[in-house]
């Protein structure tokens, strides 16, 4: 059976703190990896990770897929309380008609 | 970034009454829908694949009879909850795949179910 894990559950950070959020996937025929944002209600695209080591960034967040380790990290420098929310990585498979299969999230909480 | 509408955003409901939740594409046409299930504080969970003009595709353990699809154009599928329960109370959201941009998903704003 597909599985997406993701690490930690929750984190609660300080205003200007760096954090790593972190997904392992054990899946077959994997494509591509998805990271998303979710506030209070539709998650949001961030970036979509196929190549290993090519890193991905925006503005202040990066991602990088490790497809030997079956692994990614979602990093956030210099984090804002804009940042809380929840964060979802999601695997998507070739030949999968798209169809994504979720990790359990990371519930990020940054304070000031 | 393309729009995906959900309608309605919240909804309560009587147990045994049918619950009717539109997802619309606004600016491209979507040949695939996807609907999730998500429980508080967990993940989202996909319940079935919407393909415009046939039948879905539903997940393992997802009543067929029980949360109807029909996706009759390439811009809205509807799912329908019948004879809700109390534990059919979620958050369920539904994507579309945008082919325009690079196979996509986007996703709706999600509808809140509360069944009493």
């Known amino acids: 059976e597909d599985k997406v894990v993701q690490s930690p559950l929750s984190l609660v950070v300080h205003e200007g703190d760096t954090v790593t959020l972190n997904c392992s996937y054990e899946?077959?025929?994997?494509?591509?990896l998805l990271w998303y944002k979710q506030e209070k209600k539709a998650p949001t695209f961030l970036f979509m990770l196929t190549s290993s080591g090519i890193e991905k960034k925006s503005g202040r967040l990066s991602s990088i897929l490790d497809k030997k380790e079956l692994f990614s990290i979602l990093n956030i420098t210099a984090t804002q309380t804009g940042d809380s929310a929840v964060y979802l990585c999601a695997s998507i498979l070739t030949g999968g008609g798209n169809k994504l299969t979720f990790g359990t999230g990371t519930q990020l909480k940054v304070e000031l | 970034g393309a729009v995906v509408s959900q309608h309605p955003s919240r909804v309560i409901c009587k147990s045994g009454t049918s619950v009717k939740i539109e997802c619309r594409s606004l600016d491209f046409q979507a040949t695939t829908m996807f609907w999730y299930r998500q429980f508080p504080k967990q993940s989202l969970m996909l319940m079935a694949t919407s393909n415009e003009g046939s039948k879905a595709t539903y997940e393992q353990g997802v009543e067929k009879d029980k949360f109807l699809i029909n996706h009759a154009s390439l811009t809205l599928s509807t799912l329908t909850v019948t004879s809700a329960h109390p534990e059919d109370s979620s958050f369920y959201i539904c994507?579309?795949?945008?082919?325009?941009?690079?196979?996509?998903?986007?996703f709706g704003s999600g509808t809140q179910l509360s069944v009493l």
């Open positions: 994507s579309a795949l945008s082919h325009a941009t690079n196979e996509k998903l986007f």
């Open positions: 899946v077959t025929n994997f494509r591509s």
